[in-house]
């Protein structure tokens, strides 16, 4: 039954590996729970009641309520395909809900410091410097996604537009516009690779085993500049997408254009920035008004 709903996501919702693989382990959590604890042999002979025991003991481990959410979410959409394809009697979830999130405002950087990274080099002149300064110049330039990031091939590049082709979630298209001052950024990089790598690569960012960046490689990249030249509490490669649609917003950039930058399907989601905008506004206000 697990197998068929991989497929059913994979096929017919098509759905980017990276989600596909969390639902996966989600759900072999769950099945490792129910097996030790209540000899529980199929996740199809599951109750509501289990379900809700084993969020009670996530939350008791320490998870957070917006990762538990996504556990939820996860069993809502397997328990909803069995009942669909009638493997189930009834969906169990229908009365699973989510727990309340604090929602609080995206963290961004300041222009100056990112800036300051950038303008300083402060990378090596070799395969790795070259790809870690190509890494944080289009997480920042462009507002892609970590995977968007991984995902991207050599074909994606378009030196004659400026544009690179991003597949984001749904394997939905969209083409991001590059600042002239990256692809000489991208030729150094790609001069680099090629010296230590001699057959082309499948994706664009690759390892010196030529191996497909993964999100923990570039997890702990971005963060140690980060840490380094910056005052953030947070060190994340969204950050720096955070960042993008801020400084945008900040500078009179669009609404409707900064979402479909970011890929967002509804502009609700880019709203949130609008909070930061304001709050710059704030700042600005305090400083300079005699009255303030």
């Not at 490792?32 to 000899?39: A, G, I, K, P, V």
């Not at 191996?211 to 997890?219: E, N």
Request: hydrophobic share 40%; with cysteine.
């Amino acid at each position: 039954m697990l197998e068929n709903f991989i497929n059913f996501l994979t096929y017919e919702k098509r759905l980017s590996s990276h989600t596909i693989c969390a639902y996966q382990t989600d759900l072999n959590q769950l099945f490792s729970y129910l097996q030790t604890n209540f000899q529980i042999a199929e996740l199809s002979h599951a109750t509501s009641k289990l379900l809700r025991s084993w969020i009670m003991e996530l939350a008791k481990q320490g998870l957070n309520n917006r990762s538990i959410n996504r556990k939820i979410a996860s069993l809502k959409a397997f328990y909803g395909f069995l009942y669909k394809k009638e493997y189930i009697p009834s969906d169990i979830t229908t009365q699973l809900t989510g727990l309340k999130v604090k929602k609080g405002l995206p963290i961004f950087l300041r222009e100056q410091e990112l800036l300051h990274l950038l303008d300083e080099h402060p990378f090596t002149d070799d395969f790795e410097g070259w790809r870690a300064r190509l890494i944080l110049e289009l997480l920042y330039s462009t507002g892609i996604r970590l995977q968007e990031l991984i995902n991207l091939q050599d074909r994606d590049i378009n030196f004659y537009d400026r544009t690179i082709r991003v597949l984001g979630k749904r394997n939905k298209e969209r083409i991001l516009p590059l600042p002239k001052h990256i692809l000489p950024i991208i030729e150094g990089y790609l001069q680099q690779r090629n010296t230590i790598i001699a057959n082309a690569p499948a994706h664009f960012f690759v390892t010196t085993n030529n191996k497909p960046c993964y999100p923990m490689l570039i997890y702990k990249l971005v963060k140690s500049y980060l840490a380094s030249y910056t005052q953030a509490d947070r060190h994340s490669p969204h950050i720096l997408r955070h960042t993008f649609a801020t400084h945008l917003l900040n500078r009179g950039a669009d609404l409707q254009a900064i979402k479909e930058l970011l890929g967002h399907t509804s502009l609700a989601a880019t709203q949130v920035y609008t909070h930061n905008s304001m709050e710059k506004l704030k700042e600005i206000f305090l400083q300079a008004h005699p009255r303030a």
